[in-house]
T-cell receptor, first 108, second 114 residues
Framework: GQSLEQPSEVTAVEGAIVQINCTYQ??????LSWYQQHDGGAPTFLSYNGLDGLEETGRFSSFLSRSDSYGYLLLQELQMKDSASYFC?????????FGPGTRLSVLP | GAVVSQHPSWVICKSGTSVKIECRSL??????MFWYRQFPKQSLMLMATSNEGSKATYEQGVEKDKFLINHASLTLSTLTVTSAHPEDSSFYIC??????????FGPGTRLTVT
């Protein structure tokens, strides 16, 4: 079956760097995506890894290693507004499976 | 980025009634839209995949006769919760697929069934 695991909560301070891991027990997927969701809001797309390696978008970077069955989202220069839930998701064509989400709290 | 709207943003209905939720892609055409259900502090649970002009594909355990999905145009998909019951109370979110992997989500609809 398809199974993704994420830490349930992560806490960090402003200005720090934090890594949110996503491990999975599935194969044959097209790619790994990351979404951010603030409380009461809609998820917003952050990044996508179709190939192994690092993708950088501003303060956010995402990494995928299919051989190690994991990926991560790296957030640099943390800001208070980064406090949110972060979901990884794999897709098989148009079929998407989301991870359980990681709640990030950024402290002053 | 692309914008997806959802209406209504919240609705309260009585048990046994039906509720329709609309999902619109405002500035792009979406062949594929998704409907999710989300419980507090939990992940997104895919209910069904909606493809324009064809029948929706429902996930296992989702009653297609209870959650009616219609994707009549490239910019509009609707979800109708028929004969709603209190256990159907939840946050329903739609998304539209842009390209092959990027989903744009609507703001969600909070349904409360009394």
């Amino acid at each position: 079956g398809q199974s993704l695991e994420q830490p349930s909560e992560v806490t960090a301070v402003e200005g720090a760097i934090v890594q949110i891991n996503c491990t999975y027990q599935t194969s044959g997927f097209y790619g790994l995506s990351w979404y951010q969701q603030h409380d009461g809001g809609a998820p917003t797309f952050l990044s996508y890894n179709g190939l192994d390696g690092l993708e950088e978008t501003g303060r956010f970077s995402s990494f995928l290693s299919r051989s190690d069955s994991y990926g991560y989202l790296l957030l640099q220069e943390l800001q208070m507004k980064d406090s949110a839930s972060y979901f990884c998701a794999v897709n098989y064509g148009q079929n998407f499976v989301f991870g359980p989400g990681t709640r990030l709290s950024v402290l002053p | 980025g692309a914008v997806v709207s959802q209406h209504p943003s919240w609705v309260i209905c009585k048990s046994g009634t039906s509720v329709k939720i609309e999902c619109r892609s405002l500035d792009f055409q979406a062949t594929t839209m998704f409907w999710y259900r989300q419980f507090p502090k939990q992940s997104l649970m895919l209910m069904a995949t909606s493809n324009e002009g064809s029948k929706a594909t429902y996930e296992q355990g989702v009653e297609k006769d209870k959650f009616l999905i219609n994707h009549a145009s490239l910019t509009l998909s609707t979800l109708t919760v028929t004969s709603a019951h209190p256990e159907d109370s939840s946050f329903y979110i739609c998304s539209a697929l842009a390209g092959s992997y990027e989903q744009y989500f609507g703001p969600g609809t909070r349904l409360t069934v009394t």
